[in-house]
């Protein structure tokens, strides 16, 4: 089955700065990857994906990119803010769409 | 999301009781999954349905139950829970519309085996 690593583990930037988390992934047929958010308290909440036509996405402050061939994939945020603050999820999943498989998550600080 | 509703948020139970999770959601959802959440495993996949007679093991389903009595509503049980069992529960929902879609998650139950 796929099994999806997610690095690093936690992440403490300062206010300002970017921040990148990288995920890899084993079976070749996964074509979608979400990233989900997850605030204290809180489940995780979508915040971008990427289907495998697509090298590259943006959306305000946060992109993600893939690399089907390496494959892997990255999240990338830039300017962070304190509310930027959570755990992050990659994830990837194939064609049925109906298993999900998470890394391990990325717990990242923004300190002002 | 006040749309996916779990209870209870938080239980501490004994070693061999039986548990249950119960999730109801508002948003119309035919998709319902359970996860649990463990520290640096991330997310992984318990029991997922795609319809009210559908129920389908997912990667970690030994140990657990489920009953989806309605579209609205679906349950995780613990038939004899275990100290290994401590972890964080999620409920989710997603709509069948294609098969790239957004999952709704609840809030979590936080449950303790004692």
């Known amino acids: 089955g796929e099994n999806v690593e997610q690095h690093p583990s936690t992440l403490s930037v300062q206010e300002g700065d970017s921040a990148v988390i990288k995920c890899t992934y084993s079976d070749s047929a996964s074509n979608y990857f979400p990233w989900y958010k997850q605030e204290l308290g809180k489940g995780p909440q979508l915040i971008i994906d990427?289907?495998?036509?697509?090298g590259e996405k943006k959306d305000q402050r946060i992109a993600v990119t893939l690399n089907k061939t390496a494959k892997h994939f990255s999240l990338h945020i830039t300017e962070t803010q304190p509310e930027d603050s959570a755990v992050y999820f990659c994830?990837?999943?194939?064609?049925?769409?109906?298993?999900?498989?998470f890394g391990g998550g990325t717990r990242l600080m923004v300190k002002p | 999301d006040a749309d996916v509703t779990q209870t209870p948020r938080n239980r501490i139970t004994k070693t061999g009781k039986r548990i249950m999770l119960e999730c109801s959601q508002t948003k119309g959802h035919d998709r319902m999954y359970w996860y649990r959440q463990d520290p640096g495993l991330g997310l992984r996949l318990i029991y997922y349905s795609f319809d009210v007679k559908d129920i389908n093991k997912g990667e970690i389903s030994d140990g657990y139950s489920v009953s989806r009595q309605a579209q609205a509503k679906f349950s995780l049980s613990l038939e004899s829970a275990i100290p290994n069992q401590t972890a964080l529960y999620f409920c989710?929902?997603?709509?069948?519309?294609?098969?790239?879609?957004?999952?709704?998650f609840g809030p979590g139950t936080r449950l303790t085996v004692l």
């Open positions: 990427i289907r495998s036509n697509v």
């Open positions: 989710a929902t997603s709509p069948s519309s294609g098969p790239y879609n957004e999952q709704f």
């Open positions: 994830a990837a999943t194939n064609n049925a769409g109906n298993m999900l498989t």
